[in-house]
């Protein structure tokens, strides 16, 4: 093809992955500790490490890529005579996409030939790693950059997003859950299952008492918002911060309960991700309603 997919890391696939599906990708930053590091897809520093600092109650925090950065990553693309159509992370968690634009208006004028598109998955984590699936697919069907953007922009709203957490540490530390709740919820072992809303931002659907129950919970979302219900048998990832039990536990009930689901990939949260979420997260992510909304 005459033009380059792109992403971030922060749609936490393995590189193996991001090389089967021949999309390039360009790295977060995070800090542990007052210590800087590039989200490189644990490739210097592993899950296991990653997420030891975090039990260890590390301090943490994270930047976007610089508009200079950009700029630079899609001026290499684009010497290579390249056109290309970059995503980004949800605008409704992160301003990247504005630092993208940015460098794409920049770069218009020295490569006036090259077609630059910027898309807004409105996904997040392995969820943006499903939509560059999906768009890697369409891609190997032949379909044209032009028409492949819009074919994204159409299908922003299909991946759906539902998640959990057992462990609340850093929902706290991080402002999202308040302390009172979440001491609350340690004693009564309530956990809360969220899903990313339309305009790509996390939205707290339910607290539901005990580990077990809020796993199934995230199955029972599967069956109520997929494609076909049971019958689907599409694209499903699951993605975790250090809890692959868990993750584990989703995947069986996914492949017991829908008969037409072969493969389920099984992801790290990455590290620009799990220093928001800490340890205890799981995610499921699958095609399904246009709309992410919950109709209970």
Known sequence: MNYILSTCTTADMTKEMFEKLDVRYIGF????????????????MSAKEFYGYIRDGAD?????VSVG???DYFREMLSEGKDILHVCLSSGISNTVQSANAAADMLRSEFPDRKIYIVDSLCASSGVGLYMTLLAQKRDEGMDIDALCQWALDHQQTVQHWFCSTDLTYYIKGGRVSKISGVLGGIFEICPLLCVNPDGKLKPIAKVRTKKKVLTSLV???????????DYGGLCYISHSDCLEDAESVRDQILERFRNVREIPIFDVGTTIGCHTGTGTVA????GDEQREDSQ
Do not use: C, I, P, W
Not at 29 to 44: A, C, I, K, P
Not at 60 to 64: E, G, R
């Open 29 to 44: 930053h995070f800090m542990v500790n007052g210590r800087s590091y590039t989200d490189d897809l644990y490739e210097n």
């Open 60 to 64: 943490t925090s994270t930047s976007q």
């Open 69 to 71: 950065e950009y700029v």
């Open 220 to 230: 029972d979302k599967m069956e109520q918002h997929a494609l076909g219900g049971r």
């Open 284 to 287: 499921l992510f699958f095609v």
